[in-house]
Nanobody
Framework: VQLQASGGGLVQAGGSLRLSCAAS????????MGWYRRAPGKQRDLLAT???????VYADSMKGRFTISRDNAKNTVYLQMNSLKPEDTAIYYCYADAARAWFAPNRDYWGQGTLVTVSS
C-alpha cells in the first residue's frame, strides 16, 4: 500500500488549503485514515482520523478549523484547512490502517508528507 499526499504549499495567514492523500497498490481494506503534522522542532501531532464509516476524531486544537473527509471509492482522505495561522506551518503526513490482502494483518502505512507554509 502506497500513500501519496498532495496539496501543500505556501498560503497567507487566514487562507485555506485542501490536502489530499490517495492510497494505491494492493489494498484489501482500509480501516482508519488520518493526518498528522510535524512542525519545525516539535514532535509529530495527531490532527484527525476518520473511520471507514466516516466517523471522525479531531485533536481539540483542530476542531472548527480543520475538516477531515474521505472518499472510500477513491481510497482517498482529505484535510480541509481554513483560517490558517503561521503556527500551522509544518509537514503534514497522512496515514492509513489497512490490510493489503484478506490474509494479511492490518498495519499502518504512511505518506511521504507535504509541506504547508503559512506566512504572516
Amino acid at each position: 500500500v502506497q500513500l501519496q499526499a498532495s496539496g501543500g504549499g505556501l498560503v497567507q495567514a487566514g487562507g485555506s488549503l485542501r490536502l489530499s492523500c490517495a492510497a494505491s497498490g494492493s489494498i484489501f481494506k482500509i480501516n482508519v485514515m488520518g493526518w498528522y503534522r510535524r512542525a519545525p522542532g516539535k514532535q509529530r501531532d495527531l490532527l484527525a482520523t476518520i473511520n471507514s464509516d466516516n466517523s471522525t476524531v479531531y485533536a481539540d486544537s483542530m476542531k472548527g478549523r480543520f475538516t477531515i473527509s474521505r472518499d472510500n471509492a477513491k481510497n482517498t482522505v482529505y484535510l480541509q484547512m481554513n483560517s490558517l495561522k503561521p503556527e500551522d506551518t509544518a509537514i503534514y503526513y497522512c496515514y492509513a490502517d489497512a490490510a493489503r490482502a484478506w490474509f494479511a494483518p492490518n498495519r499502518d502505512y504512511w505518506g511521504q508528507g507535504t509541506l504547508v507554509t503559512v506566512s504572516s
